[in-house]
């Protein structure tokens, strides 16, 4: 049963910690997409890659948000230095692209990392 | 550019009653519309897609959504609830052409009685 994998599942960590999340998408999906989920802001895109390079990330805060894939098993998110507004649900998706045009491929989502920043 | 409107944040309906989950989007070109559910404590599952074929679209679990252009709408809607459909349910545009990923609505929560 082909899933995405997400670690940790919960993260409590203080202020100014730096926070590393790791994503493994579906064997052979070569897109990987991270989102965040807040009660108030709801579903936000922050990065996504295609072929483990990186295609928009205007949604993520650059100055302390970076997301990586090393290789295609595994992508990154980390945050550095975290602060309290970041607390939320990161998600990983993933899909299989065989072109540019993403638009109508389906994502598969992980379960989450639930991150706290006290 | 793209957006998502779900009308609604909480909607609750009776066991055995039909669910209507309401969504508009606004897009430059054609779009593609996607409905995903979310069980507590989980990730996002595609319900359905619309991909330009036929406008009435079937998903899983019994549940359907139809394309109408000149509403600029794609409704969700099951004729009978479960209790196993208690959810957050979340509509999803992309535009037709590009790069560009998913836009998603802010969701609405399902609650359904006994």
């Known amino acids: 049963d082909a899933r995405v994998t997400q670690t940790p599942r919960d993260k409590v960590t203080e202020m100014g910690q730096e926070v590393t999340m790791r994503c493994q998408p579906i064997?052979?999906?070569?897109?990987v997409f991270w989102y965040r989920q807040t009660m108030m802001q709801g579903l936000e895109l922050l990065a996504y890659f295609r072929n483990r390079a990186p295609l928009d990330d205007s949604g993520m805060p650059k100055d302390r948000f970076s997301a990586e894939m090393p290789d295609a098993t595994l992508a990154t998110l980390k945050i550095q230095p975290s602060e309290p507004r970041d607390s939320a649900v990161y998600f990983c998706?993933?899909?299989?692209?065989?072109?540019?045009?993403?638009?109508?491929?389906?994502?598969?989502f992980g379960p989450g990392t639930r991150l706290t920043v006290l | 550019a793209q957006s998502v409107t779900q009308l609604g944040s909480h909607v609750s309906v009776s066991e055995g009653a039909l669910v209507l989950l309401r969504c508009n989007y606004s897009?430059?070109?054609?779009?593609?519309l996607f409905w995903y559910v979310q069980y507590p404590n989980q990730g996002l599952q595609l319900l359905l897609k619309?991909?330009?074929?036929?406008?009435l679209v079937k998903g899983i679990n019994g549940f359907e959504a139809e394309f109408k252009k000149s509403e600029t709408s794609f409704h969700l809607t099951k004729p009978s609830a479960h209790m196993s459909d208690a959810a957050e349910y979340f509509c999803a545009v992309s535009e037709g052409t590009g790069r560009r990923a998913l836009t998603f609505g802010s969701g609405t929560r399902l609650q359904v009685q006994p």
């Open positions: 897009s430059s070109v054609p779009p593609y």
């Open positions: 064997l052979g999906h070569n897109t």
């Open positions: 998706a993933s899909g299989l692209s065989p072109g540019a045009d993403l638009s109508y491929n389906e994502q598969f």
């Open positions: 619309y991909t330009s074929a036929a406008t």
